[in-house]
């Protein structure tokens, strides 16, 4: 599976849109991206995956480049229950028996 | 609620020890996965089991073993416990394709060992 980069840390404030980078330029064609979230120890909770058409849904939208290098997440209006850390993961394919392989996350603080 | 179930939610023993971790999958899920989160070392995979076979192996000490039982339900052994095997274990489980393929956690269980 291809490896991601996140940014460490960030920041965003209460009702503003967070959006949440991720760099996967060795993206092979049959890569699915996946987004997960973990809050405060709790068990990671998927939000989204994409191919390369952009995605949509009740959590939050993901965005891919055209060339697949690199993604991002929007979560549209922020709220405090959406400090956590955030998990992007590419996967060879979005059949079961793939495991996710988690790296470091970005660590997202909604401030009020 | 994810749907998975994980058993103690809570466990403290002694190094030396043998524990024993408890999954029930999703209703319907084949795949069951374990992961270790420790402080230092974030969220790392140790074992997957489809349907009562094991289909990867991850970073699972020796000391460390898991099996899927015919309900589909698994278990985690840890035996032979130091102190640095204080963490979260989760486990998570997945559909057979049919759906998205994501993974579904359960809470965890979070081990001490002093």
């Known amino acids: 599976d291809a490896k991601t980069t996140q940014p460490t840390s960030m920041d965003c404030a209460e009702g503003r849109a967070a959006n949440l980078p991720c760099n996967h330029s060795?993206?092979?064609?049959?890569?699915?991206v996946y987004w997960y979230r973990q809050i405060h120890s709790q068990g990671p909770q998927y939000i989204i995956h994409?191919?390369?058409n952009n995605e949509t849904n009740e959590m939050a939208s993901l965005i891919i480049t055209e060339d697949r290098k690199s993604s991002t997440l929007i979560l549209p209006h922020a709220t405090l229950r959406d400090t956590a850390v955030y998990y992007c993961?590419?996967?060879?394919?979005?059949?079961?028996?793939?495991?996710?392989?988690f790296g470091g996350g970005t660590r997202v603080l909604v401030k009020p | 609620d994810s749907g998975v179930t994980q058993t103690p939610k809570h466990l403290i023993t002694a190094t030396g020890q043998r524990v024993t971790l408890r999954c029930s999958p999703r209703?319907?899920?084949?795949?069951v996965y374990w992961y270790q989160q420790s402080l230092d070392q974030g969220l790392q995979f140790l074992i997957q089991?489809?349907?009562?076979?094991?289909?990867a192996k991850g970073n699972i000490l020796e000391r460390f073993s898991a099996q899927q039982f015919p309900d589909l339900h698994s278990e985690l052994n840890l035996s032979s416990l130091e102190l640095g095997d204080s963490a979260l274990y989760f486990c998570?489980?997945?559909?057979?394709?049919?759906?998205?393929?994501?993974?579904?956690f359960g809470e965890g269980s979070r081990l001490t060992v002093l």
């Open positions: 998570a489980s997945s559909d057979s394709g049919q759906g998205a393929g994501e993974l579904f």
């Open positions: 089991y489809y349907n009562g076979e094991e289909r």
């Open positions: 994409g191919l390369k």
């Open positions: 060795t993206i092979s064609g049959n890569e699915y």
């Open positions: 993961i590419v996967r060879v394919s979005k059949a079961a028996g793939n495991k996710l392989t």
């Open positions: 209703s319907g899920d084949l795949s």
